[in-house]
C-alpha cells in the first residue's frame, strides 16, 4: 500500500523539488472527523490554509473538504482512533518515507518510546525535520530527557515561556507560533436550541459549561464541592452546569459516575447536565452563557488550550484560574480570572457574570478581536510557510 501511494504522489513532489514548493509530510494521528481534538484540528487546519507548500496528510479513505490543490491524502489509517495498529501504521509510514519529503513535520507530543523509534528506524534520510512541541512535559522528564525528545533541526513552540524555557535548556533553533484557529468557523452563532434541550435545559437558563477532563487538569473535586454548596444555597438560581468532556478511558468513565452520584446524593441532580461528545465545538461554546476552565494543572495539556481560544472567537465569557502558563493570553479585558483551585471564587465569578451581562457582552468582544489579533489561523499558516522556506 505504501509504494502505491507514493507512486500516486512522486509527480506531484517532483514538480514541488524542483520549483517554490517544498513537500512536507505532516506527521500525525488520523486526520479525520470529527474534529474535537485540538492536536489533529490543528494539522487539519494547517494543511487546509499553507497553499505555497505540497503538504501530505495522513488520513483513512475518508475524503476531507476544504483542502486545496496543494494539500494530499495519504490514507494509511484504517479508523480514527489512534490505537495501538493506528501507532504501527504511522511508525511504518515514517520508516518507509525516510527519502520521499523535503520536510517531516512532527506533530505528536514526543515522548521517550517514539522518540527512540524515530531515531534508530525511522529518521529522515532526505530533507529537514520540524517538531511544533504543542506543550514541554517538564513534569514528567529531566533536562537531559528533555533534549533528547526534542531532536528536529527547527522546533516550534506555543508561547513565550516554553520559548524561554528551551533557550535555558540551550536549544536557540526554536520559534514561537501561536496556534491558529478558523475564525470563519470559530464566531458568534445563534444558541442550539436541540442541544440544549439534550441537556434537558432550555433557553431560559445560563449555562455555565466546562470543557475540560474528569480525571486531569485537577479541577472536577472542586467544581463538585462548589457548585453542591452554591446550588443548595440557592435552590432558585436559572444558572445550570454542564460537564462537556469526553471519556476517554475507563478512569474517566469511573470518575463521571462518581459525580454524578455526588450530586444526585446531595440533591441537586437537576441543576446539572453532562455531554460526552460534541461534534460540533463552536455549537457547544455559542450555547453557553460562560465557559469554565478553572484548572489546576495543564499536565498532558496543550500550553496554549484550545478550548480557551476557541471560546474567545465566539464572544463567550471565559472563566480562567491564575495558572502562569496562561499569563499570555489572559488579561481582565477578555476573561475572569479566580484563584486556582478556589471554588468559592469560582461560584462567585459564575453567579457575577450571570447578573452583570454589560460584563459577559464586553469580555466577549474583547475576546474575540484578541484572537484575531494574536490567533487568527491565516497568520500562523504564513509563518509556518515561512518556517519551511527557511529550512
Not at 155 to 164: E, H
Request: glycine share 4%; aromatic share 12%.
Amino acid at each position: 500500500m505504501t509504494d502505491f501511494l507514493f507512486e500516486k504522489q512522486n509527480k506531484p513532489l517532483e514538480v514541488a523539488q524542483l520549483g517554490k514548493f517544498k513537500s512536507v509530510l505532516l506527521a500525525t494521528r488520523p486526520l479525520v472527523p470529527p474534529w474535537d481534538e485540538a492536536s489533529k484540528n490543528f494539522a487539519y487546519f494547517l494543511g487546509r490554509e499553507v497553499k505555497n507548500h505540497k503538504l501530505s496528510l495522513l488520513t483513512t479513505k475518508e475524503a476531507l473538504t476544504g483542502l486545496p490543490d496543494t494539500a494530499t491524502q495519504v490514507p494509511i489509517f484504517t479508523q480514527s482512533h489512534f490505537n495501538l495498529n493506528a501507532k504501527i501504521a504511522l511508525f511504518r509510514f515514517l520508516r518507509a518515507a525516510r527519502n520521499r519529503f523535503d520536510i517531516t513535520h512532527y506533530l505528536f507530543t514526543p515522548t521517550k518510546q517514539n522518540t527512540s523509534l524515530i531515531k534508530r528506524f525511522a529518521f529522515p534520510t532526505k530533507g529537514k525535520t520540524l517538531q511544533t512541541v504543542a506543550t514541554l512535559r517538564q513534569d514528567l522528564y529531566t533536562q537531559e530527557e528533555l533534549r533528547s525528545l526534542l531532536f528536529a533541526d527547527h522546533l516550534v513552540v506555543y508561547t513565550d515561556k516554553t520559548k524561554a524555557s528551551l533557550n535555558a535548556l540551550g536549544f536557540d533553533n526554536v520559534t514561537r507560533i501561536y496556534p491558529g484557529i478558523d475564525l470563519d468557523k470559530y464566531q458568534s452563532a445563534p444558541k442550539n436550541k436541540d442541544f440544549i434541550k439534550s441537556l434537558g435545559f432550555d433557553e431560559s437558563h445560563f449555562l455555565v459549561m466546562y470543557p475540560g477532563e474528569y480525571t486531569r487538569l485537577g479541577a472536577t473535586d472542586m467544581l463538585v464541592a462548589s457548585l453542591i454548596q452554591f446550588f443548595q444555597s440557592n435552590p432558585e438560581t436559572s444558572i445550570r452546569f454542564i460537564f462537556a468532556n469526553r471519556i476517554k478511558n475507563e478512569a474517566d468513565r469511573i470518575k463521571k459516575e462518581e459525580v454524578q452520584a455526588s450530586f444526585e446524593a446531595a440533591g441537586v441532580s437537576a441543576f446539572i447536565g453532562y455531554s460526552d461528545t460534541v461534534p460540533d465545538m463552536p455549537s457547544l461554546y455559542n450555547s453557553a452563557d460562560v465557559i469554565a476552565f478553572p484548572v489546576v494543572n495543564l499536565n498532558g495539556k496543550f500550553d496554549v488550550p484550545l478550548i480557551i481560544i476557541e471560546a474567545y472567537a465566539c464572544g463567550t465569557p471565559v472563566i480562567l484560574s491564575d495558572l502562569p502558563q496562561f499569563s499570555e493570553f489572559s488579561n481582565p479585558d477578555i476573561c475572569v480570572s479566580i484563584e486556582a483551585g478556589s471554588g468559592e471564587k469560582f461560584t462567585e465569578s459564575m453567579a457575577y457574570l450571570k447578573d452583570n451581562p454589560h460584563e459577559c457582552e464586553r469580555l466577549g468582544q474583547n475576546a474575540r478581536r484578541y484572537v484575531k489579533d494574536h490567533f487568527d489561523l491565516k497568520k500562523t499558516a504564513l509563518q509556518y510557510e515561512e518556517i519551511y522556506s527557511q529550512l
